[in-house]
């Protein structure tokens, strides 16, 4: 079986000899440079990648993936797209292949996209770049996706233990995203995702007034039909609320993505957390235990990592304080802890709840 590696570059160099390491597992790694003023090109090249330069004039992720894509052999049997950025955990290859049977097309995979400052994992979801080598082709200026276009229907596999880990140079500007962005939404202006991000990038760019029209268009759309989606537009939308300073509004767009998406913990834990800013101590109790009701933590890049922390309990154990449950306010407060042993704030509120125990 014959897997190939295929990525675009520009300016890598921090990262270029980490990520050609990591890929070794592959029959060979390929590598479309779009313009590095830096090392980049050299050090893929003495790691033993095969690189090629090419402008791509005017800028676009998908033609560069494209173009990319282009680099690998017709006799590969899977195609696995990546970014300079990202590092496999060593074993990939072989659980890859395991998961490979006739037929497939497509497989996903972990990707933990972000990490905490203590080096715990932050946003994890299930990423699905790997593919066949006929049949594919990248679509959208940013925010590309891989689109089937091959015969029959695709079949999908996903590899349990495969594992691949972001790590992101924070410096680098966004600035190009909102553009481009904008340029998919009028090239596309049914597609239901791009709208959504879209609109979440008004919002990034403190633009809310532009954010809440975009993500109500995205939630209008006949195609926007995913409630995990939908839930994020409604929760972007009382985001914005919030930064306008209105409450209510934002509590009404809470309450309505909590309903979209039952099965998710994040709207939950954002009216939790609107109920503690208004001392709401009811509601903070309420809206914390319902969402710790949730167990399972969906493999999409919705869900964050805040929710599924040590803060659903912190909020919880300060809901069941300021109600009288000193007792189950002690408990959530050692789940808390649990999860988050170095914060000296929760180990401060776990002194004064025992100290309230000692007054009862």
Not at 144 to 153: D, F, I, S, T, Y
Not at 205 to 217: E, F, K, P, Q, S
């Amino acid at each position: 079986m014959k897997v190939y590696v295929y990525a675009i570059a520009k300016d890598e160099e921090k990262f270029a000899a980490r990520w050609a390491a990591s890929m070794g597992e592959a029959d060979g790694v390929f590598v479309l440079d779009t313009g590095s003023r830096d090392n980049t090109v050299q050090l893929l090249k003495e790691a033993g990648v095969q690189v090629e330069s090419r402008i791509i004039s005017p800028w676009r992720f998908d033609a560069a993936r494209n173009a990319s894509l282009a680099l690998v052999p017709p006799d590969a049997d899977i195609c696995v797209c990546t970014d300079l950025d990202e590092v496999f955990v060593p074993g990939w290859r072989a659980l890859l292949e395991k998961a490979w049977g006739k037929g497939v097309t497509r497989a996903a995979y972990r990707y933990t996209w972000s990490f905490e400052a203590d080096g715990t994992e932050g946003r994890v979801f299930w990423l699905d770049k790997i593919h066949c080598r006929q049949g594919y082709v990248w679509t959208h200026p940013v925010h590309e996706v891989l689109a089937w276009q091959g015969e029959g229907a695709e079949n999908r596999v996903t590899v349990e233990g495969m594992q691949l880990n972001h790590y992101p140079d924070l410096e680098k500007s966004r600035a190009q995203y909102l553009p481009l962005l904008e340029l998919s939404v009028r090239e596309a202006p049914e597609d239901d995702r791009n709208t959504h991000y879209l609109g979440r990038e008004y919002y990034f760019h403190g633009r809310y007034d532009d954010a809440i029209a975009m993500l109500r268009r995205h939630l209008d759309l006949r195609s926007a039909v995913w409630a995990d989606e939908r839930c994020a537009s409604m929760r972007y939308i009382a985001k914005c609320f919030l930064a306008k300073e209105n409450q209510t509004e934002a509590e009404k767009w809470l309450l309505r993505a909590a309903a979209e998406a039952p099965h998710l913990r994040e709207p939950l834990m954002e009216l939790a957390y609107l109920c503690y800013r208004k001392k709401d101590w009811e509601g903070t109790a309420f809206f914390s235990g319902r969402a710790l009701s949730i167990q399972n933590r969906a493999r999409t890049y919705i869900t964050e990592n805040a929710a599924w922390g040590s803060l659903p309990w912190d909020l919880r154990a300060l809901g069941l304080f300021y109600t009288g449950r000193i007792r189950e306010a002690d408990g959530a407060a050692d789940e808390a802890l649990r999860l988050a042993p170095g914060n000296e704030r929760l180990r401060e509120n776990k002194r004064l709840i025992h100290a309230a125990m000692k007054d009862m």
